[in-house]
């Protein structure tokens, strides 16, 4: 071998990894197919080319060892160094395939590809490992099995040589160094432009789903972990105008004229019994523009109750969902601070306002709460009583833990226990995936969707069967009962992860405490998740003052806004005349303009900014 040799053979392991990416590609579209091929063939098509960049920049960073290697070679010791490479290239292969075919499912699920956020969830496997069907991950480990055999063995017979002997070319080691470090450095910056490369180069399609996938899975993995491993907690990364500017937006968007707020309840300190409904989306139920038929006893209650139909949840996550519950916390695009303990105790919690009035509290839940760190912040939470799964004994679970059904019994024996005025809380589980719900499937449509739908139809047959039995209880005619979802899910009629539906949620107050003229009603007006605090304590007369994200949604001079992230940066705002959305890493681009008054677009983009702003500065002084 000569040294033209050693130049061919670093073209051809510099271009396997172009085509590796591109065959990881390919993987995740046939994966994906259905959320694809609505597409024409040529708009599929521009995915190839639109990647190309950003596979260079991907490729260049995997090349910087074996330019070296490859300069080594060129000196001494040409046939070691050389296995020393083969093994290297494995290493990249394995790791590389271990992040193309375990992110398939988490994009089925959360509509990102693997990222940091997504990694500390795996702090704990075990759970993660629950939420799959045990012939989805037998599927997954034979796809990554599969396409790790298939590259290795391609890099064996297309690029590797073995090297015997090497005539050396003293003129060749340093400008091939200098050269390949200088290709390198231009290659993963991509290009000599002032701005380095960044993953809104692939993005050219109104479809998310084509932009995601042009989006090199490395790349995006890799710098997920760059850009949170560290916090510099001296810079807000969404500082867009001073705080003092920022704030007195957000002053005046939570300004109240005055408190004319509406009683709706008969009785001046009911218990409650707060349901959180995992993953239910608003499109299950028909009063907020969703399905007839998959929660009927839902729709029942709703007839009975008081229904906020244009309610949105912060978040994507549960550990998102019970920040902006239980702190009225907004969530954040790329971070959860129920997962930092350093950060979360010193958010507020409605269980203490309700202790401070008299109220026992509990919460249970048939699942781990250490998933997401839930259980931390919610012992946080100072309840009287806080059980999960391992505290149940003698029921049938699934994957994840108890069915709701059994765990609905455990929350009527909750309250039949609780000295009076209680405030009994339970996060339900059977909508979670993977849905093993001990249940006929009644419900026939829904394509991929169906087995979430069933579980709804399951959970709403537990939420009938409870309120059944609590009507028969001494307590009944005293309580409050709350609805509302942690996040919500896809559908069959929304999958986009951006649009304020994709974040509709169901929101309900029922029971016998709501006066009789106010039973039935359909509050209109938009309401966010974090709203819930400063509502439900408003009604009770208690203070809500360190509840700053939340909103009396009963006082008539509430001002309409919902603030909600999306996990590749970004956030929608939602006002009674429109939405939009800012992609905080492309630029601050707003998109998703869907305003029925285009003079306001200036003046939403300055409101999301600054509320973004500001919750981030708060997060990060916490």
Known sequence: MNWKNLVFYTLKIFFFWLVFFQAGRLVFMIYHANKIAGNSFLEIAKIFPYSLRLDVSSACYIMGLPI???FLMSLYWAKYINIFLKYYCYL????????TIFELDLYTEWGVKLN????????????AFNTLPLSKILMLFVLFFAFVSVSIYSFNKFVYYKIASYKRNWLFPLPFLFLGALGVGIGLRGGLQQIPINQSECYFSTNNDLNIAATNSFWNFMNSIYQNIEIDIRHNPYTYYSDAEAQAVLKELHAVEKDTTIHIFNVEKPNIVFVILESWS??????CGGDSGIAPVFESLCDDGYLFTKCFATGERSDQGMAAIWSAFPSQPLHSIISQPDKFQHLPSMVNNFKQAGYYTSYIFGGQLIYG???GYMMSNKFDKIREGKDFQGYPEGRLGIH???MFNELLKECNTSKQPFFNSFFTLSTHNPYDMPCANPITKGGEEKPYLNSAYYTDSCIGAFIKAAKKQPWY???LFVFMADHSHNTPQHTDLVPSTHHSIPFLLYGDVIKKEYRGYKHTKVASQVDIAATLLAQLNMKHDEFTWSKNLLNPYTKEMAYMVFSWDGDTWVRPWGELSVHHGDGNRLFNIQVNDSSKIDQMGKEAKCYMQEVFRQYLVK
């Open 404 to 406: 709701d059904g059994y």
């Open 116 to 127: 940091y956020k997504a990694i500390l969830y795996l702090e704990h496997p075990s759970e």
């Open 477 to 479: 005619k005293n309580t």
């Open 68 to 70: 070296v290697l490859i």
């Open 92 to 99: 990249i292969i394995i790791c590389i395939s271990a992040i």
């Open 282 to 287: 608003a499109d299950l139920v028909k009063y």
């Open 373 to 375: 760190n839930i259980k």
